[in-house]
Each structure stands twice: as structure tokens, then as C-alpha cells.
């Protein structure tokens, strides 16, 4: 037995114990400078690529720091230069359960490529919790702070902007001093979805959109009203009553058991696609020979169900690319000017929702 510690403290270690792993000690300028036998303002030369020194000294003063593994101060080196190199990031729609949109397939894409679009420009993004502008990260330095689907008079867009802090968001900031922004057109999206499934012989298109007043969601409302006034169709909406997969299944089921049966449904709610086919089992429809079905979604498990769903992505990645590349314009340039895009969604027509004597 081992004899227990005194005053508190830890066993002795014995001669068979390993010995405790110490971290090796950090390179820095002045040992590069030395074991290349250059001066440090040199060798500091050298590695930024500044001052008039001849190909063989730069050389040699960068073999030297490769060969012994110096890695430049990031965070001094910012401190110089006056910026931290910042990027908040937080998601407006979700602003009653703050990380939880890191389990929707849409906003994680959008977050991953968010993430990996500002570091190839040299800046780290740091996730926040969403509603009004928070104490605990407030005072952090940031260059710009990305709110992504922000509610309707949503709070933390004020503050920023109150605050003389960049904005990036959707097209609801557009025209104001210091935000910029992108976007896709909901109108566009609707009206694409729609007709494909007229075509396809739909009459009766039930819409399934989550009782929320993003931009986004209020321009699929708005379209869907305006194509069905346009064609002398009936609107059928079913909001669902919070996110997630019960909620939203809860809202197909009630437009599937209405009482004059769709033969269609445009899931803009997100959804797994596979729990709509199954919805629509359940209830007595044959997708896609009694119902046609459309689902805005980012899930890759829709073009492997039976029949294959057909999906309205709206480009996550190609959104983050977008607007990292707008953001970090503005960014480098100093310009508050306000500035946007607009990227087109793309609808991926499969089994779901095209019959077989139509092509």
C-alpha cells in the first residue's frame, strides 16, 4: 500500500513512476538571431519580408527559424497592429436556445463554412449566444460580428450598430450605415417550387413554414400567398409551432389531415426528409403517385430514400463564401458603406416529386 499523503499533499513519486512531461520551451526571435549569427531586427526582417536584405541572408534567416520550429507571436503581433482579428457569430432565430442550432443541418453547414471562409482570410470566428447584446461578450474586440437569420426588430442589430460595430446579416439591414449583407430570394425559391410542382399536375400545394418572423420565412409566406392569388389556388399553411423534428411533424401531420387532402407539400420548416415520407404514409399517401413532395433542407439522406426527395438547398456554403468575401472587403478597406448579395437557391427535382408520366 502506498502510505498516505501528508499535510495533504500527493504521494511521493517512486523511481518506477514515470517522470512528468514538461512542455518544451517556446523558440523565440533573439534564439533564431543567435543560431543564424544575424541581429534580431534581421532576422524579424527576414521573416516579414520587409527591409533591404540580400536573397541569402532572408534565406538564411528563414531556414534557421523552419529549422527549429519558431512560430511568430500571433497575439503580440496583432496587439501592434491594433486589431484582434475578431469575427463574431451568432443566430438570431434561435435566440431562446442559443447552441441549438449547431443541430440543424443548415445552420451547421453555414457555421462550418462560415468559419473555415473567415480563417483562409485570417480571421477566427467566435460563436455566440443569440438575443440582446449579452455582458459576457460585449466588451470583446471584435472586427465585425455576423448575425445570421435575425428576427424581426431583432435586438442585438441595434446594439451592434448603436455600438459602431459592423453588422453582417440578411438583407433586412440593407441601406444601413455600417451593415452589410446576403442573402437568397425567398420570392425566387417560391416561385421555382411552385411551378415545378404545378407542372407535375399539383392543385392543391400545402405550404409547411415555422411560426417565425426572419426574413427569410416571411418572404416564403408573402410568395406563397401571391402564386396562389396568381393562380386562383386556395392557401394551405400549417405553422409549426417551435423547431425541431416533433414540432414540424406535428405541423405535417395537421396539413396532411386537413380536410380537402393537398396533393403536394412544400416542407420549408426543416425537417428530416426521411420523417415526411413517413408522415405521409402514415396518413394513406403514395409518394409520389398521391402526393408530391418538395423539402427545403440540407440533409444528404434525401436523395437516398425511396423515392428520393426532392430539396430546396439554399447554399449555406456558398452563402458563408459570399459573405465572408463581402465582410472582409469592407474590413480591409475601412468602408461602412453598406453593401449585399444575392444568391440564387438551387432546387434538386427528384423522385418525390415528379410522376412518371409527366418526365
Same mark, same amino acid.
Given at each position: 500500500?502506498?502510505?498516505?499523503?501528508?499535510?495533504?499533499?500527493?504521494?511521493?513519486?517512486?523511481?518506477?513512476?514515470?517522470?512528468?512531461?514538461?512542455?518544451?520551451?517556446?523558440?523565440?526571435?533573439?534564439?533564431?538571431?543567435?543560431?543564424?549569427?544575424?541581429?534580431?531586427?534581421?532576422?524579424?526582417?527576414?521573416?516579414?519580408?520587409?527591409?533591404?536584405?540580400?536573397?541569402?541572408?532572408?534565406?538564411?534567416?528563414?531556414?534557421?527559424?523552419?529549422?527549429?520550429?519558431?512560430?511568430?507571436?500571433?497575439?503580440?503581433?496583432?496587439?501592434?497592429?491594433?486589431?484582434?482579428?475578431?469575427?463574431?457569430?451568432?443566430?438570431?432565430?434561435?435566440?431562446?436556445?442559443?447552441?441549438?442550432?449547431?443541430?440543424?443541418?443548415?445552420?451547421?453547414?453555414?457555421?462550418?463554412?462560415?468559419?473555415?471562409?473567415?480563417?483562409?482570410?485570417?480571421?477566427?470566428?467566435?460563436?455566440?449566444?443569440?438575443?440582446?447584446?449579452?455582458?459576457?461578450? %460585449?466588451? =470583446?474586440?471584435?472586427?465585425? *460580428?455576423?448575425? @445570421?437569420?435575425?428576427?424581426?426588430?431583432?435586438? $442585438?442589430?441595434? /446594439? &451592434? !450598430?448603436?455600438?459602431?460595430?459592423?453588422?453582417?446579416?440578411?438583407?433586412?439591414?440593407?441601406?444601413?450605415?455600417?451593415?452589410?449583407?446576403?442573402?437568397?430570394?425567398?420570392?425566387?425559391?417560391?416561385?421555382?417550387?411552385?411551378?415545378?410542382?404545378?407542372?407535375?399536375?399539383?392543385?392543391?400545394?400545402?405550404?409547411?413554414?415555422?411560426?417565425?418572423?426572419?426574413?427569410?420565412?416571411?418572404?416564403?409566406?408573402?410568395?406563397?400567398?401571391?402564386?396562389?392569388?396568381?393562380?386562383?389556388?386556395?392557401?394551405?399553411?400549417?405553422?409549426?409551432?417551435?423547431?425541431?423534428?416533433?414540432?414540424?411533424?406535428?405541423?405535417?401531420?395537421?396539413?396532411?389531415?386537413?380536410?380537402?387532402?393537398?396533393?403536394?407539400?412544400?416542407?420549408? %420548416?426543416? =425537417?428530416?426528409?426521411?420523417? *415526411?415520407?413517413? @408522415?405521409?404514409?402514415?396518413?394513406?399517401?403514395? $409518394?409520389?403517385? /398521391? &402526393? !408530391?413532395?418538395?423539402?427545403?433542407?440540407?440533409?444528404?439522406?434525401?436523395?437516398?430514400?425511396?423515392?428520393?426527395?426532392?430539396?430546396?438547398?439554399?447554399?449555406?456554403?456558398?452563402?458563408?463564401?459570399?459573405?465572408?468575401?463581402?465582410?472582409?472587403?469592407?474590413?480591409?478597406?475601412?468602408?461602412?458603406?453598406?453593401?449585399?448579395?444575392?444568391?440564387?437557391?438551387?432546387?434538386?427535382?427528384?423522385?418525390?416529386?415528379?410522376?412518371?408520366?409527366?418526365?
Amino acid at each position: 500500500m502506498t502510505d498516505a499523503p501528508r499535510h495533504g499533499g500527493h504521494p511521493s513519486r517512486t523511481a518506477s513512476d514515470p517522470a512528468p512531461r514538461t512542455a518544451p520551451p517556446r523558440v523565440r526571435l533573439v534564439d533564431v538571431a543567435r543560431e543564424a549569427g544575424l541581429s534580431k531586427t534581421t532576422v524579424s526582417a527576414a521573416l516579414n519580408g520587409t527591409g533591404r536584405l540580400s536573397p541569402a541572408v532572408r534565406e538564411k534567416a528563414r531556414d534557421t527559424a523552419r529549422r527549429m520550429g519558431y512560430r511568430p507571436n500571433a497575439a503580440a503581433r496583432q496587439l501592434r497592429a491594433g486589431r484582434a482579428r475578431l469575427i463574431g457569430y451568432v443566430v438570431g432565430e434561435f435566440a431562446g436556445r442559443p447552441w441549438t442550432y449547431l443541430e440543424s443541418p443548415y445552420f451547421a453547414q453555414l457555421t462550418s463554412a462560415t468559419a473555415a471562409a473567415a480563417l483562409r482570410h485570417g480571421y477566427a470566428l467566435v460563436m455566440l449566444p443569440a438575443g440582446s447584446l449579452q455582458g459576457e461578450w %460585449a466588451d =470583446l474586440p471584435f472586427e465585425a *460580428v455576423i448575425v @445570421a437569420d435575425p428576427v424581426a426588430d431583432d435586438g $442585438v442589430v441595434e /446594439d &451592434l !450598430l448603436a455600438a459602431r460595430i459592423p453588422v453582417f446579416s440578411d438583407a433586412s439591414v440593407e441601406g444601413r450605415a455600417g451593415a452589410h449583407w446576403v442573402d437568397v430570394d425567398a420570392g425566387a425559391a417560391v416561385r421555382e417550387t411552385l411551378d415545378h410542382l404545378r407542372d407535375q399536375g399539383a392543385r392543391r400545394t400545402a405550404l409547411v413554414l415555422p411560426d417565425s418572423t426572419t426574413r427569410f420565412h416571411r418572404g416564403v409566406l408573402t410568395a406563397y400567398h401571391a402564386w396562389c392569388a396568381a393562380h386562383g389556388d386556395t392557401p394551405r399553411v400549417t405553422l409549426a409551432a417551435d423547431i425541431g423534428n416533433g414540432p414540424v411533424v406535428e405541423a405535417v401531420d395537421g396539413a396532411l389531415t386537413a380536410a380537402e387532402r393537398p396533393d403536394a407539400l412544400f416542407v420549408v %420548416a426543416e =425537417l428530416s426528409p426521411p420523417l *415526411v415520407l413517413e @408522415a405521409a404514409r402514415r396518413h394513406g399517401y403514395d $409518394v409520389p403517385g /398521391d &402526393l !408530391l413532395v418538395v423539402c427545403a433542407s440540407e440533409e444528404t439522406t434525401a436523395a437516398y430514400t425511396d423515392p428520393p426527395v426532392s430539396t430546396l438547398s439554399l447554399r449555406p456554403g456558398e452563402v458563408a463564401e459570399a459573405g465572408i468575401e463581402l465582410l472582409v472587403a469592407a474590413l480591409e478597406n475601412g468602408d461602412d458603406e453598406p453593401s449585399g448579395v444575392l444568391v440564387p437557391t438551387r432546387l434538386m427535382v427528384r423522385g418525390s416529386s415528379r410522376r412518371a408520366d409527366r418526365g
